[in-house]
Nanobody, 121 residues
Framework: VQLQASGGGLVQAGGSLRLSCAASRRTSSIWNVGWFRQAPGKEREFVAATRMSGSMYYADSVKGRFTMSRDNAKNTMYLQMNSLKPEDTAVYYC????????????????WGQGTLVTVSS
């Protein structure tokens, strides 16, 4: 499966962005899908994920501010990001996989190219 992430940009602190990740084929009920981010000089970190069952999981740092959703008819995932903070600045990646390790990058075999989110203070 090929993934295409989009929607990044420059936003002021407190603002919102919605990231999209379009899949080349159906992912619902087949794959776990997730969002990760990587800031300059830092390791890639887990942001959010949904299992094939539909259960959602979020990193503590984004819980209550970010919401992940899926439009199965469009084979697209979304990450709605509200109340953005400068520390949210990173390249955001979407991923798909079948491992139970949702919060680990190694649990995903397919990655989008990344989209840059910059939050100014």
């Amino acid at each position: 499966v090929q993934l295409q992430a989009s929607g990044g940009g420059l936003v002021q602190a407190g603002g919102s962005l919605r990231l999209s990740c379009a899949a080349s084929r159906r992912t619902s009920s087949i794959w776990n899908v997730g969002w990760f981010r990587q800031a300059p000089g830092k390791e890639r970190e887990f942001v959010a994920a949904t299992r094939m069952s539909g259960s959602m999981y979020y990193a503590d740092s984004v819980k209550g501010r970010f919401t992940m959703s899926r439009d199965n008819a469009k084979n697209t995932m979304y990450l709605q990001m509200n109340s953005l903070k400068p520390e949210d600045t990173a390249v955001y990646y979407c991923a798909a996989g079948r491992s139970v390790a949702l919060s680990e990058p190694t649990g995903y075999g397919y990655w989008g190219q990344g989209t840059l989110v910059t939050v100014s203070s």
